[in-house]
């Protein structure tokens, strides 16, 4: 598997990337019906580890890699890593929001703070739970529009500019 100077994969597994966003998804749900606030700051520590390291680094990562994608049965299904990194890191950017205004509601009370980590947290369920039950990765497609746009340079992401150097990436490692 081709590495970037990050470490983030150029090639993921979609199937292990649908995963992940499941266990996020099962966090946020908590997060969000217990007002369990303190799990966003959890959340934000491992999208931060993510985006800047690679799912190596992520705990969450690690543990469906380990413990969860060995008992799925589906083939490895290649996808491109720069758009899952986008990702990751919108997810960093949601979730140290959310621990930020949870911690404004704690020193403050501020009631608009409760409802901002609120808000948030609806967002923290939507994203993962389009992710893992219908594979539709938004930061993706947030990634794709810069892209199409030019903000993001195609270089960044050849694999997503041409398809079949996923399968030839994917032969490889």
Excluded: H, N
């Amino acid at each position: 598997m081709q590495m970037s100077a990050s470490r983030f994969p150029s090639v993921v597994d979609d199937v292990t990337v649908r995963l992940i966003a499941a266990v996020v998804l099962v966090i946020a749900v908590v997060a969000l019906a217990t007002s369990q606030w303190w799990l966003y700051a959890v959340l934000a520590v491992d999208f931060s580890l993510r985006a800047a390291f690679g799912p190596s680094a992520s705990p969450i990562a690690r543990l469906v890699q380990r413990w969860i994608r060995p008992a799925v049965p589906a083939a490895r299904r290649p996808t491109a890593g720069p758009p899952k990194r986008f990702a990751a890191t919108i997810g960093a950017v949601m979730t140290v929001a959310a621990t930020v205004l949870w911690v404004v509601s704690l020193v403050t009370g501020s009631t608009g703070a409760v409802v901002g980590v609120v808000a948030i947290g609806v967002v923290m369920v939507l994203f993962p739970a389009l992710e893992s039950i219908f594979g539709i990765c938004v930061g993706c497609i947030m990634f794709s529009g810069l892209m199409r746009l030019g903000v993001i340079p195609e270089e960044v992401c050849l694999d997503c500019a041409d398809i079949t150097r996923r399968s030839r990436a994917q032969s490889v490692g």
